[in-house]
């Protein structure tokens, strides 16, 4: 059994805004402080409300100012947008991003338990033991939990 990776996350959401254009095929995102952004390797959500979309990426790295190693539409679960960042009449920013919990990761969570669950229902029945589990998956289980 192999478990789905749930990045790291801290207390807190944060939005930061877009600095630069973004591409379709943008593998780095320009962002004001990437630094507020959850720890890297993670997921993060474009958005911007007035315009009703939003995008999903992942992202493999941060440095002050940028997201890197970017993967775009990430999962399948939005569309691949181009991004141009803009102040409203206020004088604000409307592309922002953010690590809000999203359905993605809520996924990862559900599917995970289900599959512990599983194990547990076998070992449970007595239709499988502790040796029939591979180290692997026991060590990802413990792993996940620790995370």
């Given at each position: 059994?192999?478990?789905?990776?749930?990045p790291p996350a801290p207390?807190?959401?944060v939005i930061v805004t877009l600095t630069g254009t973004l591409?379709?095929?943008?593998?780095?995102?320009?962002v004001s402080n990437a630094g507020d952004l959850w720890p890297a390797p993670n997921i993060a959500t474009i958005f911007d409300r007035s315009l009703g979309k939003a995008e999903t990426i992942y992202y493999e790295g941060k440095t002050a100012n940028t997201l890197t190693g970017v993967i775009r539409?990430?999962?399948?679960?939005?569309g691949i947008y181009e991004w141009v960042p803009y102040d409203n009449a206020q004088g604000q920013p409307m592309v922002q991003v953010t690590n809000a919990l999203t359905s993605?990761?809520?996924?990862?969570?559900?599917?995970?338990?289900a599959l512990?669950?599983?194990a547990i229902n076998e070992l449970g029945t007595g239709a499988g033991t502790v040796q029939s589990?591979?180290?692997n998956t026991?060590?990802?289980i413990v792993s996940n939990l620790l995370n």
């Open positions: 059994m192999k478990l789905y990776t749930i207390h807190e959401s591409r379709p095929d943008s593998t780095s995102v320009p539409g990430y999962e399948g679960r939005t993605s990761f809520q996924d990862r969570v559900r599917k995970n338990m512990v669950e599983d589990i591979p180290i026991i060590q990802d």
